[in-house]
């Protein structure tokens, strides 16, 4: 492959821009390739996983894009247009439902390790945990003797 010398290439990071010198190849079977971006995990991506997943908190707690884009400004100094930032939320929500849809989005936990002290398992689903049991009845009662 032929040497066709460094490029620059930006990526938004959490601190803010980060420029990169890597070198490219290029055959004519085979292409230009860069093989540093594998390595540095960068092929396409223009903003990294942390500020993509810094867009995505801001964004929950935000009546708008625009309100969204400048709490990211205030918040870490990064500046995005609203429109940049609706495609990057957008985007990773996609990226989740394509995760669910394919059966790839699983917890990191299994009920197993959720054991109480009689040895049954228990997993507790509430979004807040309002009205949702901490202990059983029978429980009670045994505390209550």
């Known amino acids: 492959m032929q040497n066709k010398g460094p490029a ?3 990526t ?3 601190n803010g821009w980060l420029s990169l010198s890597r070198r490219h190849y290029h055959s004519p079977s085979a292409g230009t390739i860069t093989p540093s971006d594998d390595l540095l995990n960068a092929v396409g991506e223009l ?3 942390g500020t993509r997943q810094l867009c995505c908190q801001l964004n929950r707690g935000a009546r708008s894009f625009d309100m969204a884009a400048q709490n990211l400004l205030e918040a870490a100094r990064l500046s995005l247009s609203a429109e940049k930032l609706r495609q990057i939320v957008e985007g990773e929500g996609r990226a989740v439902l394509t995760l669910l849809h394919e059966g790839d989005l699983q917890p990191v936990w299994n009920a197993s390790q959720c054991q109480t002290s009689d040895g049954k398992t228990r997993v ?3 979004s807040d945990g309002f009205m949702a049991p ?3 009845d029978q429980e009670k009662r045994a505390r209550r003797k």
């Open 12 to 14: 938004l990071c959490v």
């Open 124 to 126: 507790y689903m509430s």
């Open 8 to 10: 620059e290439r930006k």
């Open 47 to 49: 903003i990294s996983l």
């Open 134 to 136: 901490t202990i059983t």
